[in-house]
């Protein structure tokens, strides 16, 4: 009985001693994880920060663009009535030229 009992005991003891290093090593490896999910948070802020710049350059780039495009939508529309405002001139002339014409042949 007393092998027994001293059998038991030294399983237990054994058993004890293996989940008292098994628990040390899993506090290690979950140190480790930590480390790594710390490591991994650092990272998406970085990444957060990226973004944020990007969208903010973008935004900078789109209101420029913006502002160049209508001072393109400006310079046409002065082109634009710069040229009717030629061709009006030109009809004006054009239509002058003929009443003088008329009137030199109907005076004739």
Do not use: P
Request: glycine share 6%; charged share 35%; with cysteine.
């Amino acid at each position: 009985m007393e092998q027994a009992f001293a059998f038991f005991t030294g399983v237990i003891g054994t058993l004890s001693v293996l989940g008292i290093v098994k628990l040390i090593l899993s506090g290690n490896r979950l140190r480790h994880l930590e480390d790594k999910v710390e490591s991994l948070e650092d990272d998406l802020e970085n990444i957060h920060d990226w973004v944020d710049g990007i969208e903010e350059e973008t935004q900078r780039l789109t209101e420029a663009l913006d502002v160049r495009i209508d001072g393109e939508i400006d310079r046409v529309d002065d082109i634009h009535e710069g040229v009717i405002k030629y061709a009006k001139d030109l009809i004006s002339d054009v239509q002058e030229v003929c009443s003088k014409v008329y009137k030199k042949r109907k005076d004739k």
